[in-house]
Structures are given as structure tokens and as C-alpha cells.
């Protein structure tokens, strides 16, 4: 929320304690909470309050209706101190490990195109991903209005899975360790509550972000200066069964050449007259590999080429994370079943099994009834629940409070009467 | 599995003196420093000597040709006294890197419920592979090896580029029986950590002028040298000078990013104020916040602690590394790159 208008502070202010005085119940308390330090962002003056150390979930709750955040933190971190000002003399002793996937840092299949952006410069306008440089005057700063649309959503629901699953295949946690949520804007979280992890340091967690982004992965796996020659030997032993990262690219290249059309490949990158062969012996290569275990390598196509699939196939496979927060071993993340200031969504928990079914769009739906006037600048259309809205143009309407509330947060719309 | 028949023996303790148990083994527990001026205990405090001159001279720990189980178990907690009282940081590193190599050398030989042994010492959740779909002859899990790989910097290290099933990584025994010798030579480093020091009878403080004469004639005081006063923007790492062109033209850095630039300039030894003036091409900057975070990587603030640029491998994580060239194939973080470039020129 930046620079709102008093009148649509104040709703979403009064909305906000409402939720937290009456729905208090759907707050998650998290584990050890004595332990972590929590925080609030006061949007109005952005400042952030921090350093909070909560001692019961009465506590937390006065915490929140006295000072109703915009947004609602607490730290993956457990500190001896979670008080203490300074973060050396917190007394950290162990963290949770977080995983953050945002669409903002995806490219998804809408492009963005609902994102209004603005040179802060010169005020130069534009929708979609904000250029590199201003057009006209070359400044580099911009104000980007995102909008939470289902693509993009979506586009970050498939890196979640992805990470799921190595999660629990790879890294062997159980559902009981993992605890999946929607962000209740454009993203998912990942916390996962164990012993075994909960002392590993930055360079640790590190690792593990690099493992499941697939970063400097050798296709070679272990060679750091292999030759054409050990890359064929891989590629021969390339099986479907093999575990790992080397059995999810040979999974992955098997389903690519299965349904692979001729631009696919020209688009990671292969010459014509390679794509004729594979695709000419595309049947065979399926039903040698799946019968004889070993990837079928055919005259004409080089290793280099089967090389530049695999490593298609390894990007296509990893999840895209945010590096920095996974890496970061005090982070302060948004509180389970608190609103968020930029769509008064909640940020709700759900289980992994549950992903495919969750929709975010109607299960985090904080306010359920009333209904309020709010005149809309600009808006795409968008759906909450089961009601599709807009799109608005500069006009005025009467909507469910959660609608109404997502554009006034999103600074696409003043309210005009309080609707309750 | 056979751990059942692999109990430790003494010899076992007299080739691993750093495990737990191996006081039990030791004739008289109950020395006291004072007593190593003894004559009887001559020569034990001359493998103890020998062992740490080893180690500066060899890096790592040479066998003696009359091994004696009793000499063996009692000069290393000797060795280790020797070691503090040098009271040099880089030797007693030296030191505990010599004698994890030297055991881990003897641990490629053993069999592999020895290593399980000797792992279970360390508390790893160590164990052998019983699948012969899956190569290697242990799994780990994936835990204590990330614990022990912070200094194994090469690609095939990574935890990426093995195969990692159900929380546990499938390693072979040579593999296994390296990162055993990070995780020794830690616990040695630790047991070096003597916060206060004991008066040292004569002898030792005699014996351990003469280790730290040697290590000044071997290996030379280059280690130690800092960077020379001059900056020379010509031996910056690509991945420095991409943001240093980055903040002078004020477009855009990430956080990491900021942080790599203010802690390498600082470490080289630019003055905050210089580097703030650096960050005032930015349309956001804000003069107290600027300086205050800048002072504060300094070590000039705060905690007093002074920041050191994020490694190479961080910087890829981060997308901070640019253009690497074939010099940063020869250093693990951007300051070496510095040092080596200076150096060569």
C-alpha cells in the first residue's frame, strides 16, 4: 500500500482490525513462538516494527489490534533473545528453511501485461514488465502497480511442485516437516519445521538452493573438465532409472523427445538437419531407451546436441526460488492467517497433497460478507470466489468487501461510501 | 551389517588419537601440564615436537618407524598443548589439517564398519549401501554432508551433482573418508580454541619457540601480508568491476550486489566516505542511511564485526558473478582475485 488515499486507509485499516479482533482463531501461532522475533509493517508511515517478542496469543492478538499492520512478520529464526535491538546479541540458535517463490521473479505465460508501470522521472507510462531504461528519458526507476492474476499465480504453483516433490523424494521430508502456503499475493511459500536442518548455516542453505535450482550442475556429474568423450559416456548411461538429478534429466529428455515439435528444438538451440533426425527416429529412440535401459544415441545427432537437450530439460526440471531468502538465516516471513497489505488475501497454509485443488483465489478469501461503493481507476478482469469482475474503467460500483478491498489495497480504487 | 565385530581397538585409538574414547587407552589420564617436564616423558614429547613440525614441514603427519601405541595416543594431546602455546593462529591450522590428511590416508584403508565406527564418533548418521542399483558404498545424510563441505569448493562436491534419495547422499569410500577429514580437522580446530592458557612449564614454551622459528623460515610471512595502500582498479575481479560500472553510471544494484561492492572496497582498503560517495549517483540515496550501512560492513558500527566479500560460489547462487575469467578459476572469492592479480603484475 503506498500513498492511499485517508478515506481507503481508513477502511482498509478498520477492515483490517475487524478481521483481527473477530477472526482471530485463523491467526497460526507458530512453533516455539517465544522464541522468534515478530514484526509489523505500518503502512501509512512505512516503517517497519520489529525486534517483538511474543509471550502468548493473547499477546499476539493485542499486538495486532492495537497496532494493525499492513503486514504481519515473524522470524524463521529462533533467538535466545528474540527482543534484543541488535541481531548479534539475539543469541541465534537455528532457523527454519524457507523457500519463497514469487511470480515476480517468473516469466509466466500473461506476460504481466495487468502490471502498470511509470517512470518515476519523468512519468512516463507502460503495462506489462517495466524496460530496462525509460523510453524518453533513460532513467532506470520505475513504479510498477502488479496485479495478482491467475497465470501468475499459476506459473508459480508449477515451481512449487516441482519443489515439493524434491523435497520429499530427494531430501526425504514428510508432510509432516513440510508446510506448504499461499503468500496471499503473487507466490507460495515453503517452511519446513525439522531439527536436522535447523542449525545449518547460510553456506548450507545455500547448497540446497543451488540443488534445487539445478545451479552448477556438471551434465557430467562430478567432471569438472570433461571432454566430449565423458559426456557421451554419460549420455550412454543416461537410464530412467537412474536417481537423483541424473534420473529426473533422463525422465525429462524422454518426455521432451516424446512430445517435442520441430520449433521446441529449434528453439533450445539445434540445427535443422539434427531435428530431422531425432524426429525421423523419434519411435526407436523412445522404445530402445525404455527396453534397453541406456539412452539410444543416433548417427548424426553430436553429443553436444544431446547435450543442449539435456540441459534444457535440467532447467525446465528445477524450481525457480528466490535465492536470497532461503539463504538468509534471520528473515523475517509473513505470518500464517494474516492479511496481506497489498490484497487483504490471507496467507494460508493448505496441504501438499492438496496443491492441485487449493485455489488461492477463493480459499484465502479473508472478509465473506458485505458489500462496498468503491469508485475503480483502472482494473483487468478478475475473478474472487466464483464471481468474475470487471474489467473497470474510471467508474463507480457496489462490491463484495473482499473485491472492494483488493483494489483499494492495490491502489486501483478510492472507496466513495463505507459500505458497512 | 558386521559393526558387531568392528569394535576399536587400541591400535585404532593410537592411529586416530582424536576420538572420544581414546583417553581410556592412555597409561597415566591424569597428567598434568607440569609434569611434561619428566624426563620419562622424553619421548613422547618428541613425537609430540615431531608431530607438529610435520605438519609445517610436510603438511601432514609422517609415520614414525618404531610405532609405539602407548607414544602414539599420549603425544597428541601434547601435540595439541604444543600447538596452543605457539600461540600462531596459521600453525595450529596447519596442524589440525595435517592430522586430519594423515587420518584420513589410514582411513581409505579401512574396512568399511571401521569408517561406520569412526563416523558414529562424530555423531553422522552414516551407513552402507545395501542397493545395488545405487552406486557408492555409504549414504549420508544429506545434513552432516553439507555440514563438511564448506571448504570443498569444486564442482563435484555440490550437492547437485550427487545422487541424493530420501534425505540421504551416496557417496563412495574415498568420498566418505575426505569429508571425514573436514569434519576431524575441525573437531582438532576446535579443541585448539584454548580461551585461557595455562602457564607453560619451560620445556614447552622452549619447544614451541623452535616450531614457531621453523614456520617463520618455511613458510614465510607473505601468508599474512595485507593489501598494499594504493588501489588499483585494474586488478578488480570482473564480477567488482561490472558493479563498480554499475554504481558510477547509478543504475540499478541488487542487495547482494551492494554488499559485494561495499565489502570488497572496504577490504581493500577504500575509506567508507569514499565508497559513499560512490552510492550518491543513485536517485534513491538517502545520505544517513547510505552511510550508516556502509560504516556498519566497515566494522565501524554495530557489531564491530568487519565484513568480508560473499564467496564466488555465493555470488553465482546470487547472479552477481559476471565474466568470470580463467584467474577466478584459481580463487574462491572475489578479494583473492585482487591479491593474486596485484601479486602477478
Keep these: ?420 | 551389517m558386521q559393526t558387531v565385530f568392528s569394535k576399536l581397538a587400541k591400535n585404532d585409538y593410537a592411529k586416530y588419537p582424536f576420538l572420544k574414547d581414546a583417553t581410556k587407552y592412555v597409561k597415566t589420564p591424569n597428567l598434568k601440564i607440569e609434569d611434561l617436564e619428566d624426563p620419562s616423558l622424553e619421548k613422547i614429547l618428541n613425537r609430540a615436537e615431531q608431530r607438529v613440525k610435520d605438519a609445517i614441514l610436510y603438511n601432514t603427519i609422517n609415520k614414525t618407524p618404531h610405532f609405539d601405541e602407548d607414544i602414539e595416543l599420549m603425544s597428541f594431546p601434547i601435540a595439541i598443548i604444543l600447538a596452543v602455546a605457539t600461540k600462531n593462529a596459521y600453525i595450529q591450522k596447519r596442524y589440525a589439517l595435517a592430522e586430519a590428511k594423515r587420518a584420513t590416508e589410514d582411513l581409505k584403508k579401512e574396512p568399511k564398519e571401521k569408517i561406520l565406527k569412526i563416523a558414529q564418533n562424530f555423531e553422522w548418521k552414516l551407513d552402507t549401501t545395501t542397493s545395488e542399483k545405487i552406486p557408492g558404498e555409504f549414504s549420508l545424510k544429506f545434513t552432516d554432508y553439507l555440514r563438511n563441505i564448506t571448504h570443498l569448493q569444486t564442482k563435484e562436491w555440490k550437492l547437485v551433482n550427487h545422487i541424493l534419495l530420501n534425505g540421504n547422499i551416496h557417496l563412495t569410500k574415498d568420498e566418505t573418508a575426505r569429508l571425514l577429514q573436514e569434519e576431524i580437522r575441525k573437531h582438532i580446530e576446535k579443541r585448539l580454541e584454548i580461551k585461557e592458557l595455562p602457564n607453560f612449564p619451560p620445556k614447552i614454551i622452549e619447544t614451541a619457540e623452535k616450531i614457531k622459528k621453523l614456520a617463520a623460515e618455511k613458510i614465510g610471512k607473505a601468508e599474512m601480508e595485507g593489501f598494499p595502500e594504493i588501489i588499483s582498479q585494474s586488478a578488480f575481479p570482473p564480477c567488482i568491476n561490472a558493479l563498480y560500472e554499475a554504481i558510477s553510471k547509478g543504475r540499478h544494484l541488487s542487495h547482494v550486489g551492494r554488499f559485494t561492492l561495499t565489502s570488497f572496497l572496504v577490504n581493500i582498503g577504500m575509506s567508507p566516505d569514499k565508497v559513499i560517495e560512490l552510492f550518491k549517483n543513485f536517485s534513491d540515496y538517502n545520505d544517513r542511511m547510505t552511510r550508516y550501512q556502509v560504516e556498519h560492513i566497515a566494522g565501524e558500527r554495530g557489531s564491530r564485526t568487519h565484513y568480508k566479500p560473499p564467496k564466488c560460489t555465493t555470488l553465482q547462487t546470487h547472479g552477481v558473478c559476471t565474466n568470470s575469467d580463467k584467474r577466478c578459476k584459481k580463487i574462491r572469492n572475489p578479494l583473492g582475485y585482487y591479491k593474486n592479480k596485484l601479486e602477478s603484475s
Design chain 1, 1 to 420: 500500500m503506498s500513498k492511499m488515499p485517508n478515506l481507503a486507509e481508513d477502511f482498509v485499516k478498520k477492515m483490517f482490525l475487524k478481521y483481527y479482533s473477530e477472526c482471530f482463531d485463523q491467526v497460526c501461532i507458530p512453533n516455539l513462538f517465544k522464541k522468534r522475533e515478530f514484526g509489523g509493517l505500518l503502512s501509512k508511515e512505512r516503517i517497519m516494527i520489529r525486534h517483538r517478542k511474543i509471550e502468548t496469543a493473547a499477546e499476539l492478538q493485542e499486538f495486532l489490534c492495537s497496532i494493525i499492520p499492513s503486514d504481519v512478520y515473524f522470524s524463521s529464526a529462533y533467538y535466545e533473545q528474540p527482543d534484543a535491538p541488535e541481531m548479534n546479541s539475539k543469541g541465534w540458535f537455528g532457523a527454519d528453511l524457507i523457500f519463497d517463490v514469487d511470480a515476480d521473479h517468473l516469466s509466466t505465460p500473461c506476460d504481466k501485461i495487468h502490471d502498470d508501470w511509470i517512470c518515476s522521472k519523468c512519468g512516463f507510462a507502460g503495462k506489462g514488465i517495466s524496460p530496462e531504461k525509460c523510453p524518453v528519458c533513460n532513467s532506470e526507476k520505475f513504479d510498477v502497480k502488479t496485479w495478482p492474476c491467475e497465470l501468475c499465480v499459476n506459473a508459480a504453483k508449477e515451481e512449487i511442485i516441482k519443489l515439493l516433490e524434491m523435497l520429499k523424494s530427494d531430501f526425504g521430508f514428510s508432510d509432516k516437516e513440510v508446510h506448504v502456503f499461499f503468500s496471499g499475493h503473487r507466490g507460495y511459500h515453503i517452511h519446513v519445521e525439522d531439527d536436522s536442518i535447523r542449525t545449518l548455516d547460510s553456506v548450507a542453505r545455500k547448497e540446497i538452493v543451488d540443488y534445487v535450482c539445478g545451479l552448477g550442475l556438471t551434465v557430467a556429474f562430478g567432471r569438472s573438465r570433461y571432454n566430449d568423450s565423458d559426456a557421451l559416456n554419460l549420455l550412454r548411461t543416461l537410464r530412467l532409472s537412474n536417481y537423483g538429478w541424473r534420473g529426473r534429466i533422463a525422465q525429462g529428455v524422454y518426455n521432451f523427445i516424446s512430445n517435442a515439435a520441430r520449433e521446441d528444438y529449434q528453439n533450445i538451440g539445434l540445427k535443422k538437419n539434427f531435428v530431422e533426425a531425432i524426429l525421423a527416429n523419434r519411435n526407436m529412440i523412445l522404445k530402445n531407451w525404455r527396453e534397453k535401459g541406456t539412452l539410444p544415441l543416433i548417427k548424426g545427432v553430436g553429443v553436444k546436441n544431446w547435450s543442449k537437450i539435456a540441459e534444457h530439460c535440467a532447467r525446465v526440471q528445477s524450481a525457480n526460488v528466490d535465492t536470497v531468502v532461503t539463504t538468509d538465516i534471520h528473515r523475517l516471513i509473513r505470518l500464517a492467517g494474516t492479511l496481506h497489505g497489498k490484497t487483504a488475501l490471507k496467507k494460508m497454509e493448505f496441504q501438499p497433497s492438496e496443491i492441485e485443488d487449493f485455489d488461492p483465489f477463493k480459499d484465502a478469501i479473508a472478509f465473506k460478507d458485505g458489500s462496498t461503493s468503491v469508485l475503480v481507476h483502472s482494473a483487468p478482469e478478475f475473478r474472487l470466489g466464483d464471481i468474475t469482475f470487471g474489467p473497470y474503467k474510471s467508474e463507480k460500483v457496489e462490491l463484495p468487501t473482499a473485491a472492494a478491498l483488493l483494489l483499494v489495497c492495490k491502489n486501483r480504487a478510492e472507496v466513495v461510501s463505507d459500505g458497512i
